[in-house]
T-cell receptor, first 112, second 112 residues
Framework: DQQVKQNSPSLSVQEGRISILNCDYTNSMFDYFLWYKKYPAEGPTFLISISSIKDKNEDGRFTVFLNKSAKHLSLHIVPSQPGDSAVYFCAAWGGGADGLTFGKGTHLIIQP | DADVTQTPRNRITKTGKRIMLECSQTKGHDRMYWYRQDPGLGLRLIYYSFDVKDINKGEISDGYSVSRQAQAKFSLSLESAIPNQTALYFC???????????FGSGTRLTVV
């Protein structure tokens, strides 16, 4: 049973526009959420995180929103740049697990 | 030097062969993890270790074994490789929930 779900395998956005990547979770015990970015032939790198006691965290062009009642979080990238083209993984900590639980990833493609 | 180093970067091996993937980290963290990535399946946990004497199975440990030789070293072995173990393997280390993971660059393993 998948506890962290990224239902969009891919997303195409025009350069300069907003990219919105979505993530849903089922385990109400998750208490910390992270987004990772992965380029081909490289390991995932940490992008931004949010604690369950917050509903928003912002870092430059990246903002993560958390809606606990809906068990939903989203990553907003504004404005989108060509270097943002990558696979983005949503991950959650807690819920009785001893490490991060990852979603399947969303491949973001920024078109010129 | 990278915080987390994986060797080899690429490996092709034959069915039935034993192979070891190595991981070392310079972060000084106690927690280390092995994940595999398959297209459309995201990152799945194979084994994890919270210190040298602590080894735990993850979601997909069958067919794999690990050794934690030191705080900085965590190796993954395939005792008898099979083709469905063809995947991208990532090692990661963590200082705890608020630190997320630091990943290595990955090992691309092909079993023919």
């Amino acid at each position: 049973d998948q506890q962290v779900k990224q239902n969009s395998p891919s997303l195409s956005v025009q350069e300069g526009r907003i990219s919105i990547l979505n993530c849903d979770y089922t385990n109400s015990m998750f208490d910390y959420f992270l987004w990772y970015k992965k380029y081909p032939a490289e390991g995932p790198t940490f992008l931004i995180s949010i604690s369950s006691i917050k509903d928003k965290n912002e870092d430059g062009r990246f903002t993560v929103f958390l809606n606990k009642s809906a068990k939903h979080l989203s990553l907003h990238i504004v404005p989108s740049q060509p270097g943002d083209s990558a696979v983005y993984f949503c991950a959650a900590w807690g819920g009785g697990a001893d490490g991060l639980t990852f979603g399947k990833g969303t491949h973001l493609i920024i078109q010129p | 030097d990278a915080d987390v180093t994986q060797t080899p970067r690429n490996r092709i091996t034959k069915t039935g062969k034993r192979i070891m993937l190595e991981c070392s980290q310079t972060k000084g963290h106690d927690r280390m993890y092995w994940y595999r990535q398959d297209p459309g399946l995201g990152l799945r946990l194979i084994y994890y270790s919270f210190d040298v004497k602590d080894i735990n199975k993850g979601e997909i440990s069958d067919g794999y074994s690990v050794s934690r030789q030191a705080q900085a070293k965590f190796s993954l072995s395939l005792e008898s490789a099979i083709p469905n173990q063809t995947a991208l393997y990532f090692c990661a280390t963590s200082g705890g929930v608020n630190y997320g993971y630091t990943f290595g660059s990955g090992t691309r393993l092909t079993v023919v």
